[in-house]
């Protein structure tokens, strides 16, 4: 069992000096896996889940949608969110992308059965959409999962929806920024799998771009970057950093023993900041997946690149999940 987090100011320090990503409140242990809910997003939009979870063990015999679906359900049962003793289940099965270290975005409203209340059936991994982000909105709904295992999972919410000008009206004239996010149907949200490959190929500011082209103001935006491996332990070759622009790296590499670390949180922020999020509505995890230990000295996070050094089993994973509930006290 992990230890009880501390509240996160977002307008902190980047990378290894924020505070862990910190939830009101924690969804319940599931046998080994707990799930950090991101309440800096939640609260832009009534309705809305955004969380990270710790390691989870692939099960072969069970589709890893469906798995997750089951975890969220009884969780939110055990916190007396529903989920079973006659209450409905609040979570469907989320959207998985076949990831592929790409800057590629799907729109989930095209997708075929995602929707909020819809059955999403499992497909084949075959049958999945080749991508490293997807993309919906509250009208559409649906839940949106990411797998990582160092990688940054990236959660992200625009609060206004691209409402523009009669939402922020609706704000001044009294009502809550919350009222404000749920009258507007439209709130997008999305999930993001951060490698050094996307992030240098633009996988962020392609979403940011996207989002403000279809009417958003960037400046509503929220972004929760997950546990990931820190720059205490990223150490890369040089030439990985040649793939990225020269501002994105400013302050973001360090040399540790002559090899250079990446920070890879930093450099999100950063791309995220020029696009114009302000930095107070950037929170990240100050949890690297490869070298954070909890206060019995276990390691909560899947790591590949502690596995490769044999330290734990193969075949666990980290997910991060947003999206619309399925059953919402105003629906």
């Known amino acids: ?13 980047t990378g290894r000096q924020s505070q862990p990503i910190s939830p009101e409140k ?3 242990d599931t046998g080994a896996v707990i799930f950090q ?21 692939r099960d072969p ?17 055990l916190s007396g ?3 079973q003793g006659g209450h409905a289940p609040r979570f469907g099965a989320p959207l998985l992308l076949k990831q592929v270290h790409s800057a590629e975005i799907v729109d989930a409203a095209r997708i075929s059965g995602f929707s909020t209340g819809s059955a999403l059936q499992s497909p084949s991994i075959q049958e999945l959409p080749r991508a490293d982000g997807a993309t919906s909105t509250l009208r559409h709904g649906g839940l949106l999962a990411i797998k990582t295992a160092d990688c940054v999972p990236l959660l992200a919410v625009d609060g206004e929806g691209g409402q ?17 996010a749920t009258n507007g149907a439209a709130t997008r949200y999305a999930a993001l799998h951060a490698g050094w490959r996307g992030t240098a190929a ?12 279809a009417g958003s103001n960037l400046e509503n935006v929220a972004l929760a970057l997950g546990p990931h491996i820190g720059g205490c332990c990223y150490e890369v070759r040089d030439d990985c950093l040649e793939q990225f622009a020269a501002a994105d790296l400013e302050g973001a590499v360090t040399r540790i023993g002559g090899r250079a670390h990446l920070d890879l949180g930093r450099v999100l922020r950063a791309q995220a900041e020029r696009l114009g999020v302000p930095a107070g509505r950037i929170v990240v995890s100050s949890h690297c997946t490869r070298c954070h230990a909890d206060a019995e000295g276990r390691h909560p996070y899947a790591s590949h690149r502690r596995t490769s050094a044999g330290g734990q ?12 509930l399925l059953h919402h006290q105003s629906d």
Do not use: C, Y
């Open 1 to 13: 069992m992990m230890k009880t987090v501390r509240k996160l100011n977002p307008g902190g320090s």
């Open 26 to 28: 924690r969804l319940p």
């Open 37 to 57: 809910r991101a309440a800096e997003l939640e609260i832009l939009a009534a309705g809305l889940f955004a969380g990270f979870s710790t390691a989870l063990e």
């Open 61 to 77: 015999a069970e589709g890893l949608s469906q798995r997750i679906e089951g975890l969220l359900n009884h969780s939110a049962a």
């Open 81 to 83: 969110d529903g989920g």
């Open 164 to 180: 523009g000008a009669s939402t922020r009206g609706a704000a001044t004239r009294g009502a809550s920024t919350r009222d404000a």
């Open 202 to 213: 633009g996988i962020l500011p392609a979403l940011l771009r996207g989002w403000r082209e």
């Open 313 to 324: 089993a193969l075949g666990h994973i980290n997910v991060a999940v947003i999206g619309r």
